[in-house]
């Protein structure tokens, strides 16, 4: 019954109109201000604002035009070497002798360029297909190394020529790092094989690490004239690189 009467005295009383309605406290109201100062800082950004972002990447130093494996044509002792580690040699230039049952047999270059890796020993035995030499491409012996990076095909598509692009390589017997800031020349069109890459390089086992986790698209970087002396890089060295993407809007990211 006492629960009626006080309904009953709440309905009989008048409505309180005059009494001021808060539709928000002050505190609400700071936080609405900072929702839409934030959400429009945002928005400028978003169409203003510029991202970066680099691809990180592994190749080796190299001469532009690769290396390729000489093979002995003859089976049988290596009894002369005629060549040396570093030096240019010509097309036809016999780098060793191989002494075989018809008698002693030249190796020689198939193309100009550098030997860069003589395998072939004297006294070594050799059959008949056998690597014995690894000859860097080209016709002038000065010219600069590039960095071939090998990126993963899902990777390279922001990748353009010109790119500037942070390359770090392990100097030979000294234990150290050096950096050099190179640019994007060429962007392969397609990927390529462990066949493709190894026949470039020079080197299987290289061309199997490269794609350990599928077939990449190499990216030639040049580079600026690294430093002479003890320290210096040579071909072959491994390197790790960073490739910089061109700068995007945030709102791009949205756009289809």
Known sequence: MQFRQKALSKLQSPEELDLPVRFARPQGRLVLAVTVLVTAAAAFWAFTGTVTSKVPATGILSRAEGRYLLQSPVAGQVTEVLA????????????????????????????????????????????????????????????????????????????????????????????????????????????????????FLGDDGLAAEFTRQGNPVAVLVRLPAPPAGPEAADSGTPVTAAVHLSAQRPIDWLLP
């Open 84 to 199: 040396a580690e570093g030096r240019p040699v010509a097309a036809g230039d016999p780098l060793i002798v191989v002494r075989t049952a018809d008698g002693d047999r030249q190796v020689r270059a198939v193309a100009a360029g550098r030997l860069a890796v003589l395998y072939a020993r004297t006294g070594a035995v050799v059959t008949a297909g056998a690597d014995v030499a690894a000859v860097e491409r080209g016709t002038d012996p000065d010219e600069p190394l590039v960095a071939v990076l090998y990126v993963p095909a899902g990777a390279v598509a922001g990748i353009r020529p010109g790119a500037t692009v942070d390359v770090t390589v392990r100097t030979a017997g000294q234990g150290r790092g050096g950096a050099l800031r190179g640019r994007v020349a060429a962007v392969g069109r397609a990927p390529q094989s462990r066949a493709q890459i190894g026949g």
